[in-house]
DNA sequence: TAAAAGAACGAACGGTCGTGCTATTTTACC
DNA sequence: GGTAAAATAGCACGACCGTTCGTTCTTTTA
């Protein structure tokens, strides 16, 4: 059925990036080994290699598989939410779900450390993606300021890379420590920023 | 002088870590190659080859530098201070610093992300080095509770846990957005974390 | 059914990897 | 200043790297 839908080349391609993407989360995009690769999947180097011409274009494609999941995962569910603090608070529940799935390891992190003292075709996707997906969060802020939810003084991206920057705690320190722990200090963490960045308490100083 | 102080040996040993630093900045300790770190040196393959014993050996004293530079430029001055909430705003203060001297990529980081899903003795030595160094930042908040500048209910390993996340973030969007407005976010979070532990506005609930 | 197109294969290339072994040079000491 | 010891260089090894090439097998098209 994939296959008749998808065409044999895209199928292939699709199961090889299946490989790929379990690969890099473990051992980052510069640890992706065409032969390692090759062998994971079950056919000759050469045949893996015709279908991305190049390392760096099986790096990029690996890349967009996982921005692809991340968004699925975490955003477009989000998004069926009506706007406000309630989608927020969805991205970082969906958010906290893909930490948890993916643990040993998201690419685009992984990525965004491996590249960010580099320069080339894959920082710049890096970038863009990462700017991207704050921009997001800006807006899925910027909506619950509007509905009153929170601080009408509140600074958007102040807000989001606090909630990003949560996340990178996360990963981090469920990698290290253990999820469970991480998840919480996550979470109670965020229930912070809420509580702070409300409009209800707003008294005076 | 350092020749005479260290002899030879450690001397040399200093300096091919010196440069095994800067590259595992760049590249991280998975990147670090021993033929290129000779060429940079300006040294052989093997002379150098011959200081460490093998390759996981070289990136476990990169390591151990790693921390130990920023155990001096973060910790010790901090240390300097007396305990309490000027201690731990020394240690972000310092940490900031530290993040804009070594703006592309601290070797610690950078090492965390890069072991947090494999095994053996380098993920054992990072696991070892974070866990203190965040038992070290538990132990500079519970000082500032018990001089009650921060409300005596706190859960030190929460704060931690969001001071760190901070830095996390700070190091991210530092490296892939700009400094400057990386570290007002970073800041302006801290700020608000004190202000939200702080205990005189212990307002009811 | 013959021809064209597509996909995967196996072998090989030039390089670099980490790691040993053996000289040769440099250092330190009597 | 000679001599033992330490430090470095030179060389080679086997493994793997990304990549290219020509071939083979399968599928589609005419």
Redesign the interface.
Request: charged letters at 25%.
């Given at each position: 059925m994939t296959t008749a839908t998808l065409g044999k080349r895209a199928a292939t391609r699709e199961l090889i990036l299946d490989h790929a993407y379990d690969m890099a989360?473990?051992d980052?995009l510069?640890?992706l080994s065409i032969g390692a690769l090759a062998q994971d999947v079950g056919m000759s180097k050469s045949g893996l290699f015709a279908h991305f011409g190049s390392r760096e274009e099986l790096q990029l494609a690996v890349l967009e598989t996982g921005q692809l999941r991340f968004l699925q995962r975490v955003k477009w569910p989000a998004l069926k939410l009506p706007r406000g603090l309630s989608r927020v608070r969805a991205i970082v529940t969906n958010w906290v779900a893909w930490a948890n799935e993916y643990q040993?390891?998201c690419v685009l992190?992984?990525a965004?450390?491996?590249y960010?003292?580099?320069q080339g075709a894959l920082r710049d996707v890096?970038?863009k993606q990462?700017?991207g997906w704050r921009q997001e969060m800006c807006r899925a802020i910027g909506h619950a300021v509007e509905n009153g939810e929170l601080r009408d003084d509140t600074?958007a991206?102040?807000l989001a890379?606090?909630i990003?920057?949560?996340m990178?705690?996360?990963h981090?320190?469920a990698?290290?420590?253990g999820f469970d722990e991480?998840r919480r200090?996550?979470l109670?963490?965020f229930e912070?920023l809420v509580?702070?960045y409300s409009p209800q308490?707003r008294?005076a100083p």
């Open positions: 989360r473990r980052g510069e640890g040993s390891g992190l992984t965004a450390s491996e960010d003292g580099r890096v970038i990462q700017a600074d991206s102040q890379f606090e990003y920057a949560l990178l705690g996360l981090h320190d990698a290290l420590f991480a200090h996550t109670a963490g912070r509580t702070s308490r008294a």
